[in-house]
């Protein structure tokens, strides 16, 4: 069959005429029978290998039969009932695999025609029938692409294919969504949170602390963090989100006194020497590497898990009303705009 008609879509099954209904129902027969003798083959081997040749040999001239039917039903001969035939019988298919096997195996067709079969027979005869049905088998496959074809076969043959390339896209597609959402996550809705400490104490606490929502998009963000009374403070600790693979680029850090007015500025740039001028207050960093730092630009970091913070010492300062830290994230396959 062509790739062409193999790939057209079409979910309609065709219709049958009379001898195409007859073709199909003959491989439904047909099938049936060989799964019905492997069953049995599959019993004879358990029987040789629990040495019960008594049992094995009575399955076997059953099985030798039974594959004999199979066969002269494929070429549309009449069926036999006795051992004594099946040679005679089956050199008369027009199929030159299985006269070879008739000839080659004679001795043990002869030998199942015994009364008594030793356990070194049973073997020899089960060997033989594995043969005879696994040549069956592919003369089977072989006619059903030819004079047992119908239309009915093309559809089935359509729809395997059609349902592989479709299984196979399906899991190529939801690979690489997951690995892509793995390997690169996008950032999503999120917070930033000011930790702070004092004289009195040196903890960080979620009491001690304040949060606000994260700009989801690449553009620098000063984040006002409002203290619910002026506090004395000696540090603090920012939480800029709670994702990895997120590329932050810190700009500034600026503290206000209760007046409003400025009591520590810090800018975060970064020296000739790829080094960020403030990396000295930086007492303390979880889950964060440093990104790619160019001189004269700002302190450029990269998470690299779900609870990225960075401790910051600002030094006593009384009265604190209000921080503000400025930055901008995004994904860290991204790169910004400037």
Known sequence: ????????????QPGLNQEEVKLEEKKRKILKSLEKCYSSLESVEILNSSTKNEDSA????HLAIDSANLILDLFDRQPITEISKITDSLKTIPEPSIISLIEKNAEILGTLQDSDLPLEKCEEAEGFLSRLLSETEKIYQKKKG???????????????????????L???????FF???????????????????????????????????????????????????????????????NQKKMKIQLKSIRIFDKNKKTAG????????????????????????????????GFMTIVTEG???FLHFNTGEIRGVSSV???????????????
Do not use: C
């Not at 960080?204 to 004395?232: C, G, H, I, R």
């Not at 503000?324 to 400037?338: C, G, H, I, M």
């Open 1 to 12: 069959m062509q790739l062409k008609e193999l790939l057209k879509i079409n979910f309609k």
């Open 58 to 61: 009575i399955l076997i001239r």
């Open 146 to 168: 030819s004079e047992l074809n119908t239309p009915a076969e093309i559809y089935r043959q359509r729809i395997r294919v059609q349902s592989t390339i479709f299984v196979t």
């Open 170 to 176: 399906f899991a190529i597609t939801a690979i690489s």
């Open 179 to 241: 690995y892509n959402w793995i390997k690169y996550p996008s950032i999503h809705k999120d917070t930033v949170q000011v930790y702070y400490t004092t004289s009195a104490s040196q903890k960080m606490t979620e009491t001690l602390s304040v949060k606000t929502d994260l700009n989801l998009k690449p553009d620098w963000t000063t984040y006002t963090f409002q203290l619910p009374a002026p506090t004395d403070i000696t540090g603090i600790r920012i939480d800029p989100l």
């Open 265 to 296: 500025e810090w800018t975060l740039g970064v020296s000739e020497k790829f080094v960020p001028t403030e990396f000295r207050r930086f007492t303390f960093i979880n889950q964060i590497k440093s990104g790619k730092n160019i001189p004269g």
């Open 306 to 308: 779900d609870d990225p």
């Open 324 to 338: 503000e830290v400025t930055f901008r994230a995004q994904e860290d396959f991204k790169k910004f705009k400037d």
